[in-house]
């Protein structure tokens, strides 16, 4: 669940980056440390030098800005496809402010994202009950691929009500960063935020 720390005004939100293996998970936050490096709080991890154990899972604290006088920094989470079953990953999800699920445009893994997806509804109706509670953006990745499926099939394919989509080619950093601030935005407007201690001097 989001914190928010009323003394250092400040509101941490725990997302999850999630999909079928070789979409672009790891790429995403690499694209998003490189673009916002100069803002980051905490460098706790050189994600290129972290190959082996990125196979566990990838881990990128970073800072989106301001939300009603809150600094927000948010704590992206990356799972391998094979750990997105119910048992391991209840309390990640439970846990969890919002996800970016990422589906990989390319024909040939289109049959890994819709199962992937599958048990992305089985996980978020088991931990949250209704698919409304939880904010997910959809981003199409890998839109670059000379094969990749048509963006009207797969917007049909991989629906949610409530979700945005995003078309990103992660690699040359298209959609990265618009995919986070589209489920900031989400979580943060459906967000009760108390006012900032410092309001009166605002
Ligand atoms: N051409 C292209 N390659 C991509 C794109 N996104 C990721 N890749 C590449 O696809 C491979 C798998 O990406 P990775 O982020 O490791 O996938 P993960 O398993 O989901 O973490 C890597 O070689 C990436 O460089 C994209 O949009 N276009
Ligand atoms: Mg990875």
Redesign the pocket.
Known sequence: MAIINEETNEIHLKILVI??????????LQSLYKQTAGDLATRLFDLHGMSAR?SFF?FLPLTLGKHQNHDVRAHLY?L??HTLLPTMNFSLLAGADGAVF?VDSRLSRLPASEENFRRLRELVRVAHKNMNDFPIVIQF?????PQAVPMDALRLAFHLENSPTVE?????DIGTVESLDALADLILNHMEVPAPVDAGLA
């Open positions: 999909g079928a293996q070789g979409c672009g998970k790891t790429t995403n990125s990838d990356t391998p496809h990422i990745n890998h839109r670059d691929d990103a080619v992660a690699v040359q």
